[in-house]
Structure formats: structure tokens, C-alpha cells
């Protein structure tokens, strides 16, 4: 997986093109039209790159990540992250909305094998994204379907095993991730 990094699109250094021209390229090899393969997901996605679309307000920020995998040149998964003060939570939520997996993946032209590991590399680069340049206390990643949420749900359970974050739970179609801050220890020393 060490082939995997997210990026965040952006129309200014060209990696919105670059995605943009790979999953033409992906719907092409499918019998698919770029235009027409999730508009509703990706004409949400090109606004926020393009700056047309404000989703947030003030300090709050939205951005596109992207799952790109250096071996192949292909992206194989983009998402919508938004980075917001939430009522009743301490400091900055990650939430990551509209997972999208690439043509390859979702026409069975990528083998299945390679669906966990497209899901772990989003997830581990979503952790890296909030600890870097998109800095947040919780993640929310909000889940595609029910075979996501067996995922999630046995990857949280592993991830709260492993004390490695604060607490990490799942709520409906969602995967909440709190880190282990000093505001969570708490939390994590009571469940124990």
C-alpha cells in the first residue's frame, strides 16, 4: 500500500486535469462517458475544486481528496472532505463525504482484491491528511453502503482495540474517529 497517497485536487497545479483526464481515460476503457459516470457526485466535486461551490462558511473548508496510486498512474477513489468547527466537539471534525471509487473499481475492470485496499489507503490517507495539512481532533467518514460498514465497523473495532486513537466508533452509516488528545483520554480510559 505504500504505492497509495492521497491528493488534493486543485484546478491550480493540475492535478484536477490530471485526475479528470485519468478517469476519462478509465471511462473510455469501461464503454462509459466521463460526463455521464455520477454527475451528481462529480459536478459537487469539480465546484468545490473550481471554487464555484461554497459548501462551508468561515474558518470551516471544503477540499477534494483523491486516491492515487504512484505504480499505476490511475486514481482509483475521490472524496469530499470538509473541515469544520461541529457543535459540541473540540476542535476541528474531518468529515469525509461522497467516496466515489474510480470506473476500474466500480465496473470490475480493477480486480476485486484490490477494493480493501483502495478503502484502507483512503482511510489511512484521510488520518495523515488530519494530521497534516487538513488538521482535525475527529474524523467522520460517512459510509457508501452496508458492505462498507462491515468494514468499517471490523476496522474500527481493530483500531479502538489497538488504543490508537481516543475512541472509534460507528453511528448509523457513519465512522467516528476521535484522536487521543487530552480531551479524549478520558473517554478512552472509561471504556476500558
Known amino acids: 500500500?505504500?504505492?497509495?497517497?492521497?491528493?488534493?485536487?486543485?484546478?491550480?497545479?493540475g492535478s484536477w486535469e490530471q485526475f479528470r483526464d485519468n478517469w476519462i481515460t478509465q471511462c473510455e476503457a469501461v464503454g462509459e462517458v466521463f460526463?455521464?459516470?455520477?454527475?451528481?457526485?462529480?459536478?459537487?466535486?469539480?465546484?468545490?475544486?473550481?471554487?464555484?461551490?461554497?459548501?462551508?462558511?468561515?474558518?470551516?473548508?471544503?477540499?477534494?481528496?483523491?486516491?492515487?496510486?504512484?505504480?499505476?498512474?490511475?486514481?482509483?477513489a475521490c472524496c469530499l472532505l470538509h473541515r469544520a468547527m461541529l457543535p459540541g466537539?473540540?476542535?476541528?471534525?474531518?468529515r469525509v463525504r461522497h467516496l466515489l471509487v474510480s470506473p476500474l473499481l466500480d465496473y470490475g475492470v480493477a480486480p476485486v482484491q484490490m477494493y480493501?485496499?483502495?478503502?484502507?489507503?483512503?482511510?489511512?490517507?484521510?488520518v495523515h491528511l488530519s494530521e497534516s495539512v487538513l488538521s482535525a481532533e475527529h474524523i467522520h467518514f460517512?459510509?457508501?453502503s452496508p458492505e462498507d460498514m462491515s468494514y468499517f465497523r471490523a476496522f474500527g473495532m481493530a483500531l479502538d482495540g489497538a488504543n490508537v486513537?481516543?475512541?472509534?466508533?460507528?453511528?448509523g452509516a457513519w465512522l467516528y474517529i476521535s484522536k487521543a488528545s487530552s480531551?479524549?483520554?478520558?473517554?478512552?480510559?472509561?471504556?476500558?
Open 89 to 94: 466537539s473540540t476542535g476541528y471534525t474531518l
Open 35 to 76: 460526463e455521464d459516470y455520477s454527475p451528481d457526485v462529480l459536478s459537487v466535486i469539480a465546484g468545490v475544486v473550481s471554487g464555484s461551490l461554497m459548501l462551508l462558511k468561515g474558518t470551516n473548508e471544503s477540499h477534494v481528496g483523491a486516491l492515487f496510486d504512484k505504480e499505476t498512474g490511475n486514481f482509483y
Open 142 to 144: 460517512h459510509l457508501r
Open 183 to 192: 480531551a479524549n483520554v478520558g473517554l478512552a480510559e472509561e471504556r476500558k
Open 1 to 13: 500500500m505504500d504505492n497509495f497517497e492521497i491528493k488534493l485536487l486543485s484546478a491550480k497545479d
Open 165 to 171: 486513537f481516543g475512541s472509534v466508533q460507528t453511528r
Open 116 to 126: 480493501p485496499d483502495v478503502v484502507v489507503g483512503i482511510t489511512l490517507g484521510i
